[in-house]
């Protein structure tokens, strides 16, 4: 079974301040993924990497940097925390793109930004 | 731009009865619809998916109806029972040959009351 998982799963963090969100896989996925979960928003995609060293822009990035250093990490950082990024964060992870394939998430990281 | 949309935005049935949650998408590349599904407090899973090549797959009590012309899924649960209490979320994704994100609906809540 696919794993993922995510540190830590809850945080509170102070607007402005710089918080760092980590995501581990041992599926040998090459593709994965930061998504965030708003109220009747549904999942958007922050940022995907297919490759370490490499990290590409999803449909919100602003506010938000990613860090692949090996195929098994992936980080979300956020710089300057706002307000509007208190939100749930999922990471996942796929064999190869979105496209026909499975995403498999870790168990999300609640974060309140005050 | 909301590229897939979902309805109703709630949903209760009895135990039971057979449950219709509707999926509507704009872009007509998409050629693979998955939905998910996320219990209270967990991550999302892959539910059930289709390709455009069929217009219904069936998996057990669920099955995905799919009508290319008008752009529009309907994820039919027969003999809901309240396990299945849960949100699902319809996505969409296009270009098999290559990457293609995953666009997700803002989901329907469902609640199956005994």
């Known amino acids: 079974e696919a794993a993922v998982t995510q540190s830590p799963r809850s945080k509170v963090a102070v607007t402005g301040g710089k918080v760092t969100l980590s995501c581990h896989q041992t599926n040998n996925h090459d593709y994965m993924y930061w998504y965030r979960q708003d109220t009747g928003h549904g999942l958007r995609l922050i940022h995907y990497?297919?490759?370490?060293?490499?990290?590409e822009k999803g449909d919100i990035p602003d506010g938000y940097k990613a860090s692949r250093p090996s195929q098994e990490n992936f980080s979300l950082i956020l710089e300057l925390a706002s307000l509007s990024q208190t939100a749930v964060y999922f990471c996942?992870?796929?064999?190869?793109?979105?496209?026909?394939?499975?995403?498999?998430f870790g168990a999300g990281t609640r974060l309140s930004v005050l | 731009q909301q590229q897939v949309r979902q309805s109703p935005q709630s949903l209760t049935v009895w135990e039971g009865e057979t449950a219709i949650l509707n999926c509507s998408y704009e872009d007509s590349t998409f050629d693979y619809f998955p939905w998910y599904w996320q219990f209270p407090r967990e991550s999302p899973a892959l539910l059930i998916a289709?390709?455009?090549?069929?217009n219904k797959k069936e998996d057990g009590r669920f099955t995905i109806f799919f009508n290319k012309r008008e752009k529009k899924l309907s994820l039919h649960i027969t003999d809901s029972q309240p396990g299945d209490s849960a949100t699902y979320f319809c996505a969409a994704s296009g270009a098999s040959s290559s990457f293609s994100k995953l666009v997700f609906g803002q989901g329907t809540s469902l609640s199956v009351v005994p």
């Open positions: 289709i390709r455009p090549v069929s």
């Open positions: 990497s297919y490759v370490a060293d490499s990290t």
């Open positions: 996942a992870s796929s064999r190869l793109g979105t496209s026909q394939n499975t995403l498999y």
